[in-house]
């Protein structure tokens, strides 16, 4: 089971809702300021909960699109409490 950090969660969704519809976020952990155990985690994460509304893993570096209803949803949630 996967524990990834509050904070490690909201930093990506945050990233995640300032994309338009068809761009992609390649998730960078030192272009987010996270380690990389913690991004990987925390993507695999937010992606098998279907936050975003698309995203692509390949070769151990993930992408991934904007916020689904679901992400924003968990995005609010972990955000105010």
């Given at each position: 089971m996967l524990n990834?950090?509050?904070s490690d969660c909201v930093t990506i969704l945050s990233a995640a809702?300032?994309?338009t519809d068809d761009s992609l976020l390649p998730l960078?952990?030192?272009r987010l300021g996270l380690s990389?155990?913690?991004m990987e985690t925390a993507a695999a994460f937010l992606i098998e909960r279907?936050?975003?509304?698309?995203?692509?893993?390949?070769?151990g570096?993930?992408?991934v699109g904007g916020l689904s209803l679901q992400g924003r949803l968990r995005l609010d949630q972990l955000s105010n409490g």
């Open positions: 990834p950090s509050k809702s300032q994309l960078d952990p030192h990389r155990n913690g279907a936050c975003f509304k698309r995203h692509h893993d390949g070769d570096h993930y992408a």
